[in-house]
C-alpha cells in the first residue's frame, strides 16, 4: 500500500525493497504520483506529469521484477527535464514555441533509462531551452525551491532538481550547458552531476549549445547518480560526438576513502563575489577533506578560467542563434499564420513564440557570428576556450580534482535577478569552466548558509566521472549533509 | 583561346557547379537518397525534418564519392577537413541553416581539361565540398491566391560543390567545360548529373574587362541556366549587355541576374545591398573529418579509366581518328560497348568497322527507338556490332548487304553471320556471274554506255549499281567495276 512506502529514501533502496518484494513498482509509482501531485502547487517543478506512462512503464517493471529481472533503475521512479524528447509525450522545452510539440521519438538518454525499467512521472520544469540560472526564464512559470518557497530553485534544471530535493521522485535527469544540472543540485542540497562533453548522447535533446551540452543525473547520494549514469552513458551512432569510451562500474571507486586524493583550490574561485556563508561551508568541507588523508594545493591556478563566462556567452549564443533557427512556425510548434508573407510570418512566429530571455541570447550570437565580429567574437572565443581546457589538462596532471564552490551564493528569491541579465550569469561563474574544457564535474552538498544548502564543486579528468563519484561517496561518509531533507507546507 | 567580344573586351567566367551523388542513403540521415518521382513528403525522418534535437551523421559514401571526384580532377585531398553550419532563413531550409562546409573543403585545387574547336584549354578548380540539399518549395495557385507546399523529400540529399576559378573566356568553353565535368562525373558513376531532375546545377559568375587588363571587372552573377547551351547563351548575351553599358560609358552593377530560356536574355534578381551574411561557424555537431592516406589511395585505386586516357587509348590501340574516338568515349556506356564488340569481332583490325557501324547505322537504328535508347533498348548486343564488322571487314558480305543484315538484327535478334547463311547473302566473287550481269546492265543501260564514253566517270556508278541490283547488293563491287571497265573499254 501506497501509505506504506518510505518515499524520502535513495533510488537504490527502494531498488532492494522492489526486489524484495516489500512493495511493487506499481505501488511505487502511485505512491510517487500522488506525493508529486500534493507537492505541484508549492513547487511546480513539472510541466507535464505523465501518470499513464508512469503506471505502464511500472507493470513492466514489475513483471521484469517479478521474473527476477532487471537492473538497478527498473521500477523506480524518475523526471526528466522537459528538454529531452519523449515519444509521444510533449516536450517543451518550457518555450511557447513548443507548447503543442510532440516528439515522434524518444531520445537516446530516454531510450536508455526505460529500457533499465525507469519509470517517467513527469517532464520538468526548465528555463526557456536551458537558458537561464533560476528556472524563471519559463513559460510555464518559475520553480520553487523547496528549501525555501520563495526562492529560486536554480537551473536551468530547476524542476529536476527541486522534486528530488522535496523527496517527489529519487532521481531525475537535467541537462548542463553551463552550470545547469550543478548549479540547481546546489541550490536545493543534491547531488548533480555534468558527465564529460561525449560521455552522454544528445540525440533527441533539444539543443541549446551543441559543443556545450550535456544530459546528466540528480539523486540523493553518489551510488544513485552512479547508477543513472552507468545507466544513460556511452557512445550513440547516432551522436558523432559521443566518445567511444567504455563505461566503466561508476561506483568501482567507492570505499577508497579519500587518503592521497590531490585536491587542487583554485584561490581565484574563492575571491571576490563570494557570499561569506558559503565560503565558510566550503572552508569546513576542505577541512574534512584534508583532516581525513585528502592534498589540498593551494598553489594552483587557472590564469584563463576567469575568461571562462564571456567565452560562454559568445560561443553558447552563437550556437544557440542557429539551433534556435529551426523554429520558425513552418514545420510544426507554435506559428503565427496571419501574416501579409511568409517572412512576416517566420519573423511573427519567433517574436511571439519566444521569451526576452532567448531573443537576447539570439541576438547576442547572431551579432557574435556576423560578418566583421567573427574574428573579434567567435574566433577569440574559440580560442581562450582551447587555452582553459590546456590549463585544465595542466592543473589535473598533478590533482586528481579541481575543488570550488558551486555556486558564489545560495538560492536567491525569485524575481531578484530576472532583470540583471549580469547578475544571473554570474551564478554560473565557477560551474561554467568545465563547460568550456568539456571536463566531468559534481556538485555535492556541503553545508548551508542561513539555513539554505551549500554546494561543492569537483571538477575531474575527462572520462574520470568515477573519481568524482568516489570523492563524493567518501566525503557522504564523513558528513551527513545529503540526508538533510527540507520540510515543504502540507506535505 | 578566348573569344573576341566586340572590340576591346574579354569576358571572365567561373562556374559554381552542384552536384546530387547518387548515394544510397542523404547526407546525414538514414532516409533514401532517391527524391525525385517520389510520393512527396515519404522519404523523410526526424533528422532531415529538422525535428529538435536531431543529429547529423556523416554519410561515408558521400565523402568517398567527393574525394573520388576530387581525385578523377586532380584535387589536393587534405589529411583534415570539417562541416560549418551556413545560416540563412528560408521556409525550405528545415534546420534554418545548412550544413556545408565552408573553409576546409575535402579537395583543393585540381583542373579539368577542355578542348574547343580543336583548342585545348586548362580550367583551375578552386575547390570541391560536400553540402546538404534543402527541401522543395511547390508553388500552387488555386484562383484564391498563390500557396506554397513544402516536399522535404530533398532535404538532406547529398549535394557536392565544384567552383572553379575564373579561368573560362567564353560561353563556348563555359559550355565545354561543363559538358565535360557532367561527363566525368558519369564515368565516375557518382551522380546522375541530370539537369533535368535537378542532380547537375550550375551558376555562373562573371565579368568584363579590357583585353590585357590583369584586374578583374565588377562580377555579375547568373543564374537559372537550365541547359549547356543556356549557359552558352546567357554569358554572350551579358557579353553583349555589358560590353554596350562599357562603351556607352556605363557601370556594371553588381547583382544576382536570371537568365530567361524564352528570350535568351538575363534579368536582375537581386543586387548586392540584398546579399545574405551566412555567419558559417564550425558546425558543433560533427567531428572534424580526417581523411586517411590509406582511404585515399584506395579511393584512387578504384578511378575507372577517364574519358581523355580512354579516348587516347582508343586512338592509339584501335586506329581511330580523334573525332571517332571522341564520339564513342563519350559515355563509359557505349565505350564499353565498343570494346564487346571489338572483343567479339574477334581481332583489333575489325575495330574501326565497328566503330564506323556504330557511329553510323546503329545510332540511327538507336534514335529511332527514342531519344536516350540505348543498345541494351534494343535486341542487338555488342557480339552482334563486332560479327557485322568481321563479316563486312573479310569480305564475306558487301557494306550494302551489311545494311539489310544490321536491319534484320536490329528485328529479330538473330546474328548477322547466322543472317547472311540464311539468307544467302555472303557476296558473290565469281568472275563469270558478274561478267554476266555488267553485260546485262551495259545492254539495258545505252544511255549510261553513252555518257560513260562521253567521259563522265560517274555513269560507272550508276552501272555498278544496276550490277548490284542484278545480284541483289551480293556482288563484289570492286569487281563489278572491274568487269563494267572491261567490257565498256574494251569495246570502244
Ligand atoms: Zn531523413
Not at chain 1, 190 to 216: C, E, H, M
Not at chain 2, 290 to 306: C, G, K, M, N, Y
Amino acid at each position: 500500500m501506497p501509505d506504506t512506502i518510505d518515499l524520502d529514501v535513495p533510488a537504490h533502496e527502494h531498488a532492494a525493497r522492489l526486489r524484495a518484494g516489500d512493495y511493487t513498482a506499481r505501488t511505487l509509482a502511485e505512491a510517487t504520483l500522488e506525493r508529486v501531485r500534493a507537492q505541484e502547487p508549492s513547487l511546480h517543478a513539472y510541466i507535464t506529469l505523465t501518470d499513464e506512462l508512469a503506471l505502464a512503464q511500472a507493470a513492466a517493471a514489475d513483471e521484469r521484477l517479478r521474473a527476477g529481472e532487471g537492473g538497478p533503475l527498473t521500477g523506480i521512479p524518475i523526471g526528466v527535464k522537459d528538454l529531452l524528447s519523449t515519444k509521444g509525450v510533449r516536450t517543451t522545452a518550457a518555450s511557447k514555441m513548443l507548447e503543442q510539440f510532440t516528439p515522434v521519438l524518444d531520445c537516446t538518454v530516454v531510450q536508455r533509462i526505460q529500457e533499465a525499467g525507469a519509470v517517467i512521472i513527469g517532464k520538468t520544469n526548465l528555463d526557456e531551452f536551458a537558458m537561464g540560472s533560476s528556472t524563471e526564464h519559463s513559460a510555464f512559470g518559475p520553480t520553487h525551491n523547496p528549501w525555501d518557497l520563495d526562492r529560486v530553485p536554480g537551473g536551468s534544471s530547476g524542476g529536476s532538481a527541486a522534486t528530488v530535493a522535496a523527496r517527489g521522485v529519487p532521481l531525475s535527469l537535467g541537462t548542463d550547458t553551463g552550470g545547469s544540472i550543478r548549479q540547481p543540485a546546489a541550490l536545493c542540497g543534491i547531488l548533480g552531476l555534468k558527465p564529460t562533453y561525449g560521455r552522454v548522447s544528445r540525440f533527441g535533446v533539444v539543443a541549446f549549445a551543441s559543443s556545450l551540452d550535456q544530459v546528466g543525473p540528480f539523486g540523493l547520494d553518489a551510488e544513485d547518480v552512479a547508477r543513472l549514469l552507468g545507466v544513460i552513458a556511452g557512445h550513440d551512432p547516432n551522436d558523432s560526438t559521443t566518445a567511444p569510451v567504455p563505461v566503466p562500474d561508476y561506483t568501482e571507486h567507492f570505499g577508497r576513502g579519500l587518503g592521497g586524493l590531490r585536491v587542487g583550490v583554485p584561490q581565484q574561485f574563492l575571491g571576490e563575489g563570494l557570499d561569506d556563508g558559503v565560503r565558510q561551508a566550503i572552508e569546513q568541507a576542505i577541512g574534512v577533506l584534508e583532516a581525513n588523508g585528502a592534498v589540498v594545493d593551494r598553489s594552483v591556478t587557472l590564469p584563463s578560467a576567469d575568461a571562462a563566462l564571456p567565452v560562454y556567452y559568445l560561443i553558447a549564443p552563437s550556437e544557440a542563434s542557429a539551433n534556435l533557427a529551426r523554429y520558425d512556425g513552418v514545420k510544426y510548434g507554435y506559428s503565427y499564420t496571419s501574416g501579409a508573407s511568409v517572412e512576416e510570418e517566420m519573423s511573427l512566429t519567433r517574436g511571439g513564440g519566444f521569451g526576452p530571455e532567448v531573443k537576447r541570447r539570439i541576438m547576442l550570437g547572431t551579432y557574435a557570428l556576423s560578418a566583421g565580429y567573427y574574428d573579434a567574437y567567435y574566433l577569440k572565443a574559440q580560442k581562450v576556450r582551447t587555452l582553459i581546457r590546456r590549463e585544465f589538462e595542466a592543473a589535473l596532471s598533478d590533482h586528481d580534482v579541481i575543488l570550488s564552490p558551486t555556486s558564489p551564493s545560495t538560492a536567491f528569491r525569485l524575481g531578484e535577478k530576472l532583470d540583471d541579465p549580469y547578475a544571473m550569469y554570474l551564478n554560473d561563474l565557477y560551474t561554467i569552466p568545465a563547460n568550456i574544457a568539456g571536463n566531468a564535474a559534481i556538485s555535492i552538498p556541503a553545508g548551508f548558509a542561513d539555513g539554505l544548502p551549500v554546494g561543492l564543486h569537483l571538477a575531474g579528468r575527462p572520462f574520470e566521472e568515477s573519481r568524482l563519484l568516489g570523492a563524493a561517496h567518501a566525503y557522504a561518509q564523513l558528513t551527513d549533509w545529503h540526508t538533510r531533507q527540507p520540510s515543504l507546507p502540507a506535505v | 583561346m578566348t573569344t573576341a567580344t566586340r572590340t576591346d573586351y574579354e569576358v571572365v567566367v567561373g562556374v559554381e557547379v552542384h552536384v546530387q551523388l547518387k548515394t544510397r542513403s542523404k547526407m546525414f540521415c538514414a532516409c533514401p537518397r532517391d527524391y525525385f518521382d517520389t510520393e512527396p513528403n515519404t522519404h523523410v525522418c526526424p533528422v532531415c525534418l529538422g525535428m529538435p534535437g536531431m543529429l547529423p551523421v556523416i554519410n561515408e559514401q558521400a565523402v568517398a564519392f567527393t574525394i573520388l571526384a576530387g581525385l578523377a580532377l586532380g584535387c589536393e585531398i587534405p589529411d583534415y577537413s570539417k562541416f560549418d553550419r551556413k545560416n540563412y532563413p528560408y521556409p525550405d531550409l528545415m534546420k534554418g541553416y545548412q550544413i556545408s562546409q565552408y573553409d576546409q573543403p575535402l579537395c583543393v585545387g585540381g583542373a579539368l581539361e577542355i578542348e574547343v574547336a580543336g583548342d585545348h584549354r586548362t580550367v583551375n578548380l578552386e575547390r570541391i565540398h560536400l553540402e546538404e540539399d534543402t527541401a522543395r518549395l511547390l508553388h500552387r495557385d488555386d484562383g484564391a491566391g498563390g500557396y506554397s507546399l513544402l516536399d522535404v523529400n530533398r532535404s538532406g540529399v547529398p549535394l557536392m560543390e565544384l567552383v572553379t576559378k575564373p579561368d573560362l573566356r567564353s560561353g563556348a568553353e563555359t559550355a565545354a567545360f561543363l559538358r565535360k565535368l557532367r561527363q566525368i562525373l558519369r564515368y565516375l558513376d557518382i551522380s546522375d548529373a541530370d539537369m533535368e531532375k535537378g542532380s547537375f546545377r550550375f551558376d555562373v559568375n562573371l565579368s568584363l574587362r579590357p583585353r590585357g587588363e590583369e584586374r578583374l571587372g565588377t562580377k555579375v552573377e547568373l543564374k537559372n541556366m537550365n541547359s549547356f547551351r543556356a549557359a552558352q547563351r546567357g554569358i554572350e548575351f551579358e557579353v553583349e549587355r555589358q560590353t554596350a553599358i562599357l562603351e556607352a560609358g556605363g557601370t556594371i552593377t553588381q547583382e544576382t541576374r536570371g537568365f530567361v530560356d524564352a528570350t535568351g536574355e538575363t534579368a536582375s534578381q537581386r543586387s548586392k545591398e540584398e546579399a545574405h551574411d551566412y555567419r558559417y561557424f564550425p558546425e558543433p555537431d560533427l567531428p572534424p573529418l580526417q581523411v586517411s592516406r590509406e582511404t585515399v589511395e584506395e579511393l584512387r585505386a578504384r578511378l575507372p579509366e577517364l574519358p581523355d586516357a580512354k579516348r587516347e587509348r582508343f586512338e592509339r590501340d584501335y586506329g581511330l581518328t580523334h573525332d571517332e574516338a571522341i564520339a564513342l568515349t563519350e559515355t563509359r556506356e557505349r565505350a564499353d560497348t565498343f570494346e564487346a564488340a571489338v572483343d567479339a569481332s574477334g581481332d583489333r583490325k575489325y575495330a574501326r568497322a565497328a566503330a564506323h557501324w556504330f557511329m553510323g547505322d546503329v545510332t540511327r537504328h538507336l534514335s529511332d527507338l527514342g531519344p536516350e535508347a540505348e543498345l541494351s533498348d534494343s535486341k542487338v548486343t555488342p557480339a552482334h556490332v563486332g560479327d557485322l564488322a568481321r563479316l563486312v571487314e573479310d569480305g564475306t558480305i558487301t557494306g550494302s548487304t551489311a545494311k539489310d543484315v544490321l536491319d534484320a538484327a536490329f528485328e529479330t535478334g538473330e546474328m548477322p553471320a547466322a543472317i547472311v547463311e540464311a539468307r544467302g547473302l555472303r557476296q558473290v566473287k565469281d568472275e563469270g556471274a558478274i561478267d554476266e550481269a555488267a553485260r546485262k546492265a551495259i545492254e539495258a543501260n545505252p544511255k549510261a554506255v553513252a555518257d560513260y564514253r562521253s567521259g563522265k566517270e560517274a555513269a560507272i556508278k550508276f552501272l555498278v549499281g544496276q550490277v548490284m541490283r542484278e545480284m541483289r547488293g551480293r556482288a563484289d563491287p570492286a569487281g563489278a567495276t572491274e568487269a563494267l571497265r572491261r567490257h565498256l573499254d574494251g569495246g570502244a
